[in-house]
């Protein structure tokens, strides 16, 4: 099920937005995390350095010549050594990672915005219309009053003046105005109806679900350039690696 067919909901749509916004913040806390790892490997490689180097100052006389300890403790420092220019190297491969995980960042944000206002943007005209349908309504409500107390009262001036009279003359004119306005909003009334239907249609069909499929592949491709980050993230914190 994807997002064009299972995220269309307005609840749906604050969730997506409240999930980008969680995502976002793990970046940071991840990135932050991953600044911190690349200082202590940095802070530990030379700590490392200097013991090793401490270390190989030992004495290189004749008498210590052909010694087995002495071999083996300069293959220990050798590899203190090693380790140390490894975690160098570590410290400085997780800043590069650290700015793979700050232009994601970046784009994701941008994408997040990018989706809000699309979806603000094509929101609003339905909203707008259905705004004008409930107001053209009340119009259409409010000269139907109108219409009714009219018609009663040229009845009943009707039944009283005959077919005659200044009296009548002036309620049938407004009883007649009454009804050409009563039409009026009613066609208004039935065209915005229309009108609204037709935009949310497209709205449900078109351009809602192009957005969110849009929104579904923006999303994978992050997915899959998150999980890049994390494994060279774990890559560049093992030893063991092949470097």
Not at 62 to 68: C, H, K, N, R, V
Not at 161 to 188: F, I, M, P, W
Request: include cysteine; charged fraction near 35%; glycine fraction near 4%.
């Amino acid at each position: 099920m994807g997002f064009s067919s299972a995220l269309q909901g307005r609840a749906a749509h604050e969730a997506l937005i409240v999930r980008q916004d969680a995502e976002l913040r793990l970046m940071e806390t991840m990135k932050r995390s991953i600044q911190l790892k690349a200082k202590c490997d940095r802070e530990y490689a030379i700590g490392l350095a200097a013991v090793a180097q401490q270390g190989m100052k030992t004495d290189r006389a004749d008498e210590m010549q052909g010694s087995l300890i002495t071999k083996a403790w300069r293959s220990y420092m050798d590899e203190l050594d090693h380790q140390a220019k490894q975690f160098k190297s570590n410290a400085e491969l997780l800043e590069v990672v650290c700015d793979k995980l700050t232009h994601l960042s970046q784009d994701k944000r941008k994408a997040r915005k990018a989706y809000q206002e699309e979806h603000a943007k094509i929101a609003a005209r339905l909203n707008h219309l259905t705004d004008e349908v409930v107001r053209k309504k009340a119009e259409y409500q409010k000269h139907l009053e109108g219409y009714k107390a009219l018609r009663t009262r040229f009845e009943e001036h009707y039944i009283k003046s005959g077919r005659g009279g200044r009296k009548l003359d002036d309620v049938r004119d407004k009883y007649q105005k009454a009804c050409r306005k009563l039409h009026l909003t009613h066609n208004e009334y039935v065209l915005s109806i229309t009108e609204a239907v037709e935009v949310e249609k497209d709205f449900r069909t078109v351009l809602l679900p192009g957005l969110l499929e849009h929104q579904q592949s923006v999303q994978e491709s992050f997915i899959l350039l998150w999980k890049n980050i994390l494994q060279e993230t774990s890559q560049h914190g093992d030893l063991t690696s092949d470097k």
